[in-house]
């Protein structure tokens, strides 16, 4: 069980228009508003982020992006800025995730470019990483892991660490059913929280937290949960449904 205070993050990814975003709040904030030792985040598409922050303030809940771009304006036709999300009342921003990585082609240096840009602009990163089945079938987990981890990171402050939260995903566990097993994601998570130390100190390292995502789903988010270096959840198919989020929110050690 973590020392840290867990962060149980909600990626909608392109699910959910405005009015059913709504809905899923009516029935979600009651079912977890006496919660209070631990963050909640809901990352819905860019054109409901307004509104549901909106909703959100004073809540117990906070409203993330799931992608912005590093610079403040100029022509980037399509892109949204940390300048435009903050101005909305958003402070948290999923960077790095593996569908941004092989769908959009975004490489370690445009994301290390984002995670700057964020915390110059006070939005705290969800900084996400993992390997392929390739890679982890043929023994590159480790190497994989660890260059992500310097390449996405590379150039904060140790102050600007702790803003940040990593999130390792393995992408053959993405949407497949499929989780990691216990002693997997126990290994990984150590081994970044390692490379951190390496990078910023074993104070720092300590505080940082570590999210598993991954088919986290009500069932099995107890015994992830339980693991000394998992400080948390990011959550994509589970969360959709309020129901099954709360479950994973309010997850109970096995
Ligand atoms: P699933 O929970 O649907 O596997 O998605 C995980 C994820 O990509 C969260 O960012």
């Known amino acids: 069980m973590t020392k840290r205070r867990p962060l149980m993050a909600a990626n909608w990814k392109m699910h959910k ?3 059913e975003m709504e809905d899923y709040l009516q029935r979600f904030l009651p079912l977890v508003s006496d919660v209070t030792d631990r963050d909640i985040v809901l990352a819905p598409s860019f054109v409901c982020l307004m509104k549901m922050a909106e909703i959100l303030a004073g809540s117990n809940v906070d409203a993330c992006a ?6 403040e304006q100029g022509a980037y036709t399509g892109e949204v800025s940390p ?6 009342g958003v402070k948290r921003v999923i960077l790095g995730h593996s569908e941004r990585r092989h769908i959009f082609q975004e490489d370690g240096q445009t994301i290390n470019k984002k995670v700057l840009s964020a915390v110059r602009h006070g939005l705290s990163p969800i900084y996400c990483i993992g390997e392929t089945l390739d890679e982890r079938e043929s023994g590159k987990t ?5 260059s992500q981890v310097e390449e996405g990171l590379k ?6 660490f702790s803003m940040v939260a990593v999130a390792y995903e393995p992408v053959w566990a993405i949407g497949t059913g499929k989780t990691a097993s216990t002693d997997q994601i126990q290994e ?3 081994l970044v929280r390692q490379e951190i ?4 100190g074993e104070d720092i390292a300590q505080n940082l937290r570590i999210l598993y995502g991954g088919s986290v789903k009500p069932d099995n988010v107890g015994q992830i949960m339980a693991l000394d270096d998992v400080d948390g959840a990011l959550v994509g198919g589970a969360s959709l449904v309020p129901e099954s989020f709360t479950k994973i929110v309010r997850f109970e050690i096995d």
């Not at 799931?66 to 610079?71: D, I, L, R, V």
């Not at 480790?142 to 660890?146: F, G, H, I, T, Y």
């Not at 130390?197 to 910023?200: F, K, M, R, T, V």
């Open 155 to 160: 150039g904060l402050s140790k102050d600007d």
């Open 142 to 146: 480790s190497e994989v892991l660890k």
């Open 66 to 71: 799931q992608n912005m771009f590093h610079e």
């Open 188 to 190: 990984a998570h150590a």
């Open 83 to 88: 300048l435009m999300l903050r101005d909305v």
């Open 17 to 19: 228009t405005v009015s």
């Open 197 to 200: 130390s390496q990078l910023a």
